[in-house]
């Protein structure tokens, strides 16, 4: 069996990394990973811990490329590689304008879509924008959806995908957790506070991140407003690695530039950004990936979005919406630092995102399927 991975950004990499290693252990299947290069280095970082190499890269990164010229330049980039492989499944993960691109590109070539972390939904197709439109459009393309909670299966089914190709699975950044906290143990923690001696400080965590899209005209500014206020307080630290888009960088370091406890870094390769986030008091991000993380971590996080496509870490009480009103970041982030309570409650949830066997679920399904 011959499958084609496609991914392009730094999520897709990090979650589809422990279905790669599983389905290149299976004799009987060849795997060739296809790179976009819609991310370049954060992609590299990303992928890197994972010890895969990709087969092919499009190399289609642009400093602010417009989404029509990239998902035009994936189409196109992927035809080429699609008649010379003529793989018998292509997979994608996710919501990016890669994963909806590559999907496209497939069903053109006749070939069969297998969509990781199908079904999350927000029910409004202009938040986040773009990815709810890409989630919904590979919907339908794909053959198999492995959704990753019951959720999500509900909102396929909701959508008259038909309940035989729905594979509830667990999400895969579980199994990618594990394998970092397993692969690197003790040493993880050693070695990032050898990066950063400040952690070992006596004072309280807050990582920060922030990058989507309808954050840009003005959330991020808000978000970063709450950030400054927040590293007043002399027994707190911000730790911000900050996302290249040259439509949130200079807005970061323009509001924290000069800040005291506030450190602006460059995007941690993911071995350094989960033992950052083990370190964390407090998560404050609008990232789909870190709202699945941190509840598997036990670290209270708060979501600077108005609306989520994963509700069920609001459900068990791990994460919280606060939007971009920075009044009101600077009053749930207070009180996670003041009220023991209700940091412990946050903190002492379960992980709703799976149990680190998605992917050999995942595989199990696609080595199962007649050619
Ligand atoms: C993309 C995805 C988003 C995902 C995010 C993960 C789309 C439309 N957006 O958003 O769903 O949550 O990735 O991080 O698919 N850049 C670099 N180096 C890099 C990566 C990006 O310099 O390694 C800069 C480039 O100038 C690039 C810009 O950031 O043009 C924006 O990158 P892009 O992939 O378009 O958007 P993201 O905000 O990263
Ligand atoms: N991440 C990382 N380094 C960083 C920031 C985030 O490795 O400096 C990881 C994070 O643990 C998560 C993923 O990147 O697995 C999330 O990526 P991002 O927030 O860019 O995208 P999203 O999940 O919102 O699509």
Not at 28 to 39: D, K, P
Not at 92 to 113: E, K, M, P, W
Not at 244 to 252: H, L, M, R, S, T
Not at 278 to 288: M, P, R, Y
């Amino acid at each position: 069996m011959d499958i084609l991975v496609v991914i392009g950004t730094r999520p897709e990499a990090i979650k589809m990394a422990p279905l790669i290693r599983r389905l290149r252990g299976e004799s009987s299947v060849r795997v060739n990973l296809c790179a976009t290069g819609q991310h370049r280095e954060m992609f590299a970082t990303a992928l890197e811990p994972f010890e895969i190499e990709t087969d092919f890269n499009l190399d289609l990164m642009r400093e602010a490329q417009p989404l029509a010229d990239l998902t035009a330049a994936v189409l196109r980039g992927l035809q080429g590689i699609l008649d010379e492989i003529r793989p018998d499944i292509v997979l994608v993960q996710g919501d990016t304008s890669s994963t909806f691109a590559a999907s496209l590109a497939a069903f053109y070539a006749g070939v069969r879509v297998g969509h990781v972390e199908a079904g999350l939904r927000t029910g409004d197709p202009l938040a986040p924008w773009p990815e709810e439109l890409n989630r919904r459009l590979t919907a339908q393309v794909a053959h198999w959806h492995f959704a990753p909670t019951e959720t999500a299966r509900s909102n396929l089914l909701a959508e008259s995908i038909a309940p035989n190709r729905i594979f509830v699975t667990g999400n895969t950044v579980i199994d990618a957790l594990e394998w970092i906290l397993s692969s690197m143990g003790d040493q993880l923690r050693e070695n990032i506070r050898n990066r950063f001696p400040f952690l070992a400080d006596d004072k309280k965590l807050l990582l920060a991140t922030v990058h989507r899209r309808e954050n840009q005209r003005g959330g991020a500014a808000r978000v970063c407003a709450a950030l400054r206020t927040l590293a007043r307080r002399e027994d707190i630290n911000v730790l911000l690695p900050v996302h290249p888009n040259p439509a949130i960088k200079p807005v970061v370091e323009e509001i924290l530039g000069s800040t005291p406890r506030v450190h602006l870094v460059e995007p941690l390769d993911y071995f350094e950004f989960v033992a950052t986030m083990n370190e964390a008091h407090l998560i404050v991000t609008d990232s789909g990936g870190v709202q699945e993380e941190a509840p598997y971590l036990g670290v209270p996080v708060l979501v600077t979005r108005e609306k989520t496509e994963r509700p069920e870490a609001v459900a068990v009480g791990a994460a919280r919406l606060v939007g971009t009103d920075t009044a009101e970041i600077l009053r749930q982030s207070y009180m996670l630092l003041d009220d023991r309570d209700a940091h412990e409650a946050m903190a002492s949830t379960s992980s709703p995102f799976g149990d680190g066997l998605a992917s050999a679920r995942i595989a199990k399904v696609l080595l199962n399927t007649p050619r």
